[in-house]
Structures are given as C-alpha cells and as structure tokens.
C-alpha cells in the first residue's frame, strides 16, 4: 500500500501545484489588463 | 485570505489521501477487501461531478432569466467542463472497482450506466457549442439544452433502476471510519471544484474582456 | 381558442408546405423501408425466426434512427430558406412548437404503423397483447417526437445540422428506449408463459413511464421554446 500512497501524494502535489500556477498567472494578467477581483483591487 | 483557503485546501487532501490509505480499514465483505478503500476516491468524485452538473444547470437557467449576461454562459460551460472530468473519473475508478470484486469492468449496472449518460449529454453539449458561431446565439442554445437535459436526466435516475438489475450495494453501512474519510474527501473535492470553476470563470471573463478590446479597435 | 386555432394553423401549414415537395416523408418512409429490407435479409441469411427480444430491440432501433434522419426537417428548412422571421412576427412561441412537434408526431406515428406490423410478419415474432403493443408504441413516438421537435429546433442554429440531431437526442431518450423495449418485450410474450395472450397489466408499468416520459418532455419544451424563439 505505502508506494500506491506515494504516487497518489506525489499525483495530488502535482496537480495542486499546477493549479496554483496557473491561478497565480491569471491573477497577473487580471492585474495588467485591469479586469476582475485582483484587478478591481489594485483600482 | 483566499490564498490561505487554496493552501488549507491542499494540506487538507494530502491528509484525507494518506488517511484512504493509512487510516481506512479494509472493507469486509468485499473479494478484495484491501482494494475497496478506492470508494474514498469514487464516491467523493461522483459528487462533486454531480455538484458540477447541477451549477451547470443553475448557471444555465440564470443565463436565459436573468438578464442573458455572457458571464452567466461561461459559468455554465466551466461547470460543465468539470463535470465531464469529475464524471469521466467517476466512471473510471468505478470500473477498476467493478473489474476488481465483481470481474467485469462493465455490466450495465445502473448507476454506471446513468453516470454514463450523463456524460453522454455532456459531449453532446460540447458538440452543440462547437457547431455555432455566433456566441449569443451559442449560449441561448446551450442554456436551452442543458436545461432540457436537466429536466430530463432526473427521469433518468427513476427509470434506469426499475430496468437494469444493480450491482451497487444497497444496504451497505458503511463503518464510522468509512464515514468520515469519504464526507472529507468529498469536501474537499467539493473544494478542489470550486476552485477550478473560479480560475476557469477568471479565464473566460479574461477572454471576454480581451475580445472586446480587440473588436472595438478599428 | 385562440391559441388552439394557431396551433393548429402552424400544424396545416407544416402539412402543406410538406405535401408540395414531399421531400421529408418518402424520404423518411423510404428509410424505414430500407432498413426493414435489410433486417429481412440478414434475417434469412440466418433462416431463423427472431427471438421476440431481438424483436423488439429492432422496432425501437429503426423508429429511433427512422425518426433522426426525418424529424429533423422541422425547424431547418425555416432557416433554409428564410421563413424563421416571418413565422417568428405571426406566431407564438409554444403554437409553433405545437403545431410542429404535432406534424411530427403524425409523421412519427405514421412511420410506425408501417414498421411494426412490417418487422414483427418479417421477423415472424407472434404477438401476444395487441392492445399493449398499439399503446406503448403510440406513447414512445408521442415521446420521440417531444424530443426530437426541441432538439431539430436547437440544431437548426448550428452549422453542422445533419448528424448532430442523432447525438444530441439519443441520450436524452435512453429512459424511452428502456421503457419501450421492455413494455414491447412484455407484449410480444417475454417473461410471460408460453401460448396465448398476454394480459395487458404485464407491461402497464412501461405504459405509466413512458406517459409521464411524454408529459414531461412536452412540458418542458413548451416551458423553454421560448427563451428560444423569443430571441
């Protein structure tokens, strides 16, 4: 069971981080082109 | 704040991940009761898929009353992109399942063959939206039909069992431990959705907001 | 009264713009036809009589695809050639949907008075409730046809139109199909014991789902072809 516990955490990391990327470049291009909440904030 | 939730939220799986595995006990009464910890990922995915289908739906049905605003649409598309995924996974461990204790991948049991056309109606759906170009004429006729598709697949769900002989435990009682790892693993697959809906409705209202800049310049 | 009399109009209108060129109905008739001939065929091959299981799956699979390849016609020939607007400022939403989901359905019901009694001599499958048969039939296209009618009116806006009709319908009557080939099924003598007639209340559980399937397909469409029309 323990390597199937490993892929799965190593598959979750993946995905999260991935994720997480993603929603930090939206966030960036929101702030450039001024759209949105994070764009919104910085007005 | 936000930033925060999305980190929680991570943690959060990695725990319920490494509970599945550590914490669940073996299921008895199953051939293989060591496998049949992969309920902890079927059943939370099916419903945060069912979740998706239903915002679908909702989003839908706010598009055409309220107003027709093209956001709306892209709610509704997002949602259902989601809901393809999480149903497509429903569907998959669902099938390792069943080759696993019954030996089959696929026997027409009815709660794979509802899933099944669920996702059916989905790609549908997707094809209808590719076959239009115009976008609010594209949104009025997806609305319509994921709205008719909603009124239809609750039919769905009464009919198929009174057709097809189930597979699916029925009066199963789940031990404590069962409980809770599948009510947090759906949390926070519910979550994981609810995230994902936002980064896609970011992208499209991005995508939206670009488009208009481009056509209104000369 | 009134809404009754457009109705109606747009279903007159649907007959007679259909009777001047009959392109819709020999080619629908002309489709079933093909496809019993073929069932014949790969039937003698076998020089067996069908199960009445495989009997029935057959009946439902040609009115199904009989009713795709015809029942489409219905909203895209207005956008063919021009007509959508003109209907759009003489009508009601719900009395164009009527009037032409009723064409349809007589098209529809047309089409399986053919069919059925054509397969079920072809395949030499005795039956054993004509009442049943008659009733479930009747349902199941009346439910066809509900569908069918909002989904031709969907697909007329895209520009694939031909196929799609098939793909976006079919799953939404996987719950028709199930019912209807399980109340023919009962008909035809399945589950029951051998020789004689049926009773009718073998297959009256098929009969009440494939009502309500009809009932709420109808409702439904009329609740939501004007969001469509309307736009």
Redesign the interface.
Same mark, same amino acid.
């Given at each position: 069971m323990l390597p199937l516990l490993i892929v799965a955490l190593l598959i979750w990391a993946g995905v999260f981080a991935f994720t997480f990327r993603v929603d930090q470049r939206l966030s960036q291009l929101e702030n450039r082109f001024g759209v949105g909440e994070s764009g919104k904030d910085r007005e | 704040m936000a930033q925060l939730a999305?980190i929680l939220l991570?943690i959060g799986?990695?725990i319920v991940?490494?509970l599945s595995?550590?914490y669940l006990p073996a299921a008895e009464g199953f051939p293989s009761p060591?496998l049949a910890r992969i309920v902890a990922l079927h059943l939370p995915n099916a419903m945060a898929g069912l979740v998706a289908a239903v915002a679908a739906g909702c989003y839908g049905w706010r598009y /055409?009353a309220g107003g027709r605003n093209p956001l709306d649409d892209a709610r509704s598309l997002v949602a259902a992109v989601l809901a393809t995924i999480f149903l497509a996974l429903t569907t998959v461990t669902g099938m390792v399942f069943a080759q696993v204790q019954w030996g089959q991948f696929w026997n027409w049991d009815p709660k794979q063959?509802c899933i099944f &056309?669920l996702l059916? &109606?989905f790609?549908?759906y997707f094809?209808?939206r590719a076959? &239009?170009?115009d976008e609010?004429?594209r949104a009025?006729?997806s609305?319509?039909?994921i709205?008719?598709?909603a009124?239809?697949t609750p039919?769905?769900g009464y009919?198929?069992p009174?057709?097809?002989p189930s597979l699916h435990p029925t009066n199963t009682s789940f031990d404590a431990a069962y409980h809770t790892v599948i009510w947090s693993a759906s949390a926070c697959l519910i979550g994981?959705y609810a995230?994902?809906f936002n980064?896609g409705v970011?992208?499209e209202? /991005?995508r939206l907001?670009?488009d208009a800049i481009v056509r209104d310049e000369p | 009264m009134d809404w009754t009399r457009e109705a109606l109009a747009v279903f007159v209108r649907e007959w007679r713009t259909e009777w001047r060129t009959r392109v819709a109905l020999t080619s629908t008739v002309l489709f079933a036809v093909g496809a019993l001939v073929l069932i014949g065929l790969a039937k003698q091959v076998g020089r067996t009589a069908f199960e009445p299981t495989v009997t029935a799956t057959l009946l439902w699979i040609v009115l199904l695809f009989t009713a795709a390849s015809g029942l489409g016609r219905a909203f895209l020939h207005e956008e063919e050639r021009g007509t959508a607007l003109t209907l759009r400022l003489c009508a009601r939403g719900t009395t164009v949907w009527t009037g032409k989901f009723l064409a349809n359905a007589v098209l529809l019901v047309g089409i399986a008075v053919i069919t059925a009694p054509t397969l079920l001599t072809l395949a030499e499958t005795p039956v054993r409730n004509v009442g049943l048969l008659t009733a479930v039939s009747l349902l199941g296209c009346i439910g066809i046809a509900a569908v069918l009618t909002t989904m031709s009116a969907l697909v007329a806006q895209t520009s694939a139109r031909g196929g799609l009709l098939a793909v976006v319908s079919f799953p939404l009557l996987t719950p028709l199909l199930l019912a209807g080939v399980h109340g023919t099924q009962a008909a035809l003598g399945v589950g029951s014991k051998p020789g004689g007639m049926v009773s009718f209340s073998v297959g009256v559980g098929d009969v009440k789902i494939l009502l309500s399937f009809a009932v709420i397909a109808i409702t439904a469409s009329l609740l939501l072809f004007d969001f469509l029309w309307n736009d």
């Amino acid at each position: 069971m323990l390597p199937l516990l490993i892929v799965a955490l190593l598959i979750w990391a993946g995905v999260f981080a991935f994720t997480f990327r993603v929603d930090q470049r939206l966030s960036q291009l929101e702030n450039r082109f001024g759209v949105g909440e994070s764009g919104k904030d910085r007005e | 704040m936000a930033q925060l939730a999305k980190i929680l939220l991570g943690i959060g799986t990695a725990i319920v991940v490494a509970l599945s595995f550590l914490y669940l006990p073996a299921a008895e009464g199953f051939p293989s009761p060591e496998l049949a910890r992969i309920v902890a990922l079927h059943l939370p995915n099916a419903m945060a898929g069912l979740v998706a289908a239903v915002a679908a739906g909702c989003y839908g049905w706010r598009y /055409l009353a309220g107003g027709r605003n093209p956001l709306d649409d892209a709610r509704s598309l997002v949602a259902a992109v989601l809901a393809t995924i999480f149903l497509a996974l429903t569907t998959v461990t669902g099938m390792v399942f069943a080759q696993v204790q019954w030996g089959q991948f696929w026997n027409w049991d009815p709660k794979q063959t509802c899933i099944f &056309i669920l996702l059916l &109606i989905f790609a549908a759906y997707f094809v209808l939206r590719a076959g &239009i170009e115009d976008e609010e004429k594209r949104a009025t006729v997806s609305a319509v039909y994921i709205l008719f598709a909603a009124v239809m697949t609750p039919v769905l769900g009464y009919m198929v069992p009174k057709y097809l002989p189930s597979l699916h435990p029925t009066n199963t009682s789940f031990d404590a431990a069962y409980h809770t790892v599948i009510w947090s693993a759906s949390a926070c697959l519910i979550g994981l959705y609810a995230w994902l809906f936002n980064l896609g409705v970011r992208y499209e209202r /991005l995508r939206l907001h670009l488009d208009a800049i481009v056509r209104d310049e000369p | 009264m009134d809404w009754t009399r457009e109705a109606l109009a747009v279903f007159v209108r649907e007959w007679r713009t259909e009777w001047r060129t009959r392109v819709a109905l020999t080619s629908t008739v002309l489709f079933a036809v093909g496809a019993l001939v073929l069932i014949g065929l790969a039937k003698q091959v076998g020089r067996t009589a069908f199960e009445p299981t495989v009997t029935a799956t057959l009946l439902w699979i040609v009115l199904l695809f009989t009713a795709a390849s015809g029942l489409g016609r219905a909203f895209l020939h207005e956008e063919e050639r021009g007509t959508a607007l003109t209907l759009r400022l003489c009508a009601r939403g719900t009395t164009v949907w009527t009037g032409k989901f009723l064409a349809n359905a007589v098209l529809l019901v047309g089409i399986a008075v053919i069919t059925a009694p054509t397969l079920l001599t072809l395949a030499e499958t005795p039956v054993r409730n004509v009442g049943l048969l008659t009733a479930v039939s009747l349902l199941g296209c009346i439910g066809i046809a509900a569908v069918l009618t909002t989904m031709s009116a969907l697909v007329a806006q895209t520009s694939a139109r031909g196929g799609l009709l098939a793909v976006v319908s079919f799953p939404l009557l996987t719950p028709l199909l199930l019912a209807g080939v399980h109340g023919t099924q009962a008909a035809l003598g399945v589950g029951s014991k051998p020789g004689g007639m049926v009773s009718f209340s073998v297959g009256v559980g098929d009969v009440k789902i494939l009502l309500s399937f009809a009932v709420i397909a109808i409702t439904a469409s009329l609740l939501l072809f004007d969001f469509l029309w309307n736009d």
